[in-house]
């Protein structure tokens, strides 16, 4: 019985989608590095992105949007279907004291959706 509880929770994770007119850049740590993204979604610890190049997991960034400037890390990156060159990619926060659903909302960059997970 718990594990449909779990599993109901999870189907109906909330995300919000990123407007449109998001845009923003990934700047190596080292700062030698500048990457521009179009933000897609975002959660309270994750961003999901489109880029036009690949990024290695694990690797670290920081997340410029406007004047907010986040440090994240690479979760996945994978080709686009349907767009030649372009790339999905995922970061997420390890700083439990940002939220970045938070963050967006204050730059007024949010649409919510609702997320079905495990399908």
Do not use: N
Request: include cysteine; glycine fraction near 10%; charged fraction near 30%.
């Amino acid at each position: 019985m718990s594990q449909l509880r779990i599993r109901s929770k999870r189907i109906e994770t909330r995300r919000f989608r990123v407007s449109g007119r998001a845009i923003g850049r990934l700047v190596s740590i080292t700062g030698d590095r500048l990457i521009s993204v179009r933000p897609t979604d975002v959660s309270r610890r994750g961003l999901g992105f489109i880029a036009k190049e690949p990024l290695p997991h694990g690797g670290q960034y920081w997340l410029e949007i406007d004047e907010a400037r986040l440090r994240v890390e690479v979760t996945h990156c994978q080709s686009h279907l349907g767009i030649e060159s372009m790339y999905q990619c995922g970061v997420f926060t390890r700083d439990p004291d940002i939220d970045l659903e938070q963050v967006f909302a204050r730059l007024g960059l949010l649409e919510e959706t609702l997320h079905a997970e495990g399908f």
